[in-house]
């Protein structure tokens, strides 16, 4: 998972400010990943109910991620219903609902193997499978979606992504939106994974800043060789560069 660090203030649906550095990326616990996009309260509702869910060991004995995704989805629906119901009636009244709108994202393990979840404003849950194996949300979701897409096609078509695949694509999508979008995704990128650990629990791994940039490296060194291919500027076929490994 990995996200940006850029916050928007805003009232009545217009920001007022942008581009305080926050974290977005939050480990619940040892073993859970968590970010959002939307109402900042919400969302930390949602995730303290989830961590709640982990330490009262709701999980135990379900097996499958669906079980999982829709107990979480469940709880958050229970949670979020009340603040969706006033919303609805403050929209009416002010035109503004975002208060009460969150979408997130989870990572954690079920029955000892890593899933990715996301749940929509209302809990409903998905999750991400090797026929649809990444998910964007916020603002710079649009574009995303696309350059991810292409990276699928690219690299995933027949196979689901490893760790490092993921980990160069998710910072490299990242550093694209941040690029390209008119406003409301920047500052520094934020990752970490979830990563089997031996046969036992899945931990939580976070970058640090020196993974980042080893990652972005690796994206600018792949952006010039696609660049000098096209050109026809590249090492002459004969003798090629042996290619560089992808960060772990």
């Not at 002010?94 to 994202?105: E, P, V, Y």
């Not at 890593?114 to 574009?143: H, K, M």
């Not at 390209?180 to 650990?197: D, E, F, H, M, R």
């Not at 899945?202 to 000098?228: F, G, N, Y």
Request: aromatic fraction near 6%; charge should be negative; proline fraction near 7%.
């Amino acid at each position: 998972m990995a996200s940006d660090s850029a916050a928007t203030f805003g009232t009545f649906g217009r920001p007022t400010i942008g581009q305080q550095d926050v974290r977005k990326l939050i480990q619940l616990n040892d073993h859970i990943l968590y970010a959002s996009t939307g109402a900042v309260g919400i969302s930390q509702v949602i995730g303290d109910t989830i961590n709640q869910l982990w330490e009262a060991k709701t999980f135990i004995g379900k097996k499958s991620p669906e079980s999982v995704m829709d107990t979480i989805g469940k709880k958050i629906n229970a949670v979020v219903a009340p603040y969706l119901q006033v919303g609805q009636w403050q929209h009416a009244i002010t035109g503004d609902a975002q208060g009460s709108l969150c979408k997130s994202i989870i990572a954690m393990p079920v029955d000892h193997k890593p899933y990715l979840f996301n749940f929509d404003f209302n809990g409903s849950p998905e999750r991400s499978t090797q026929e649809l194996p990444f998910i964007a949300l916020g603002s710079g979701q649009p574009i995303a979606d696309p350059f991810l897409a292409l990276l699928r096609r690219l690299l995933w078509s027949s196979t689901e992504p490893s760790v490092a695949e993921g980990r160069l694509a998710a910072v490299w999508a990242i550093d694209h939106v941040s690029r390209t979008n008119p406003g409301g995704v920047g500052g520094p990128i934020q990752l970490a994974t979830l990563n089997s650990n031996a046969g036992g629990m899945p931990r939580v791994i976070e970058a640090s800043d020196a993974d980042v940039q080893e990652h972005l490296q690796k994206v600018e060194s792949t952006e010039q060789a696609l660049v000098a291919e096209l050109r026809g500027t590249g090492v002459d076929e004969a003798t090629p560069a042996p290619p560089a490994p992808l960060p772990q």
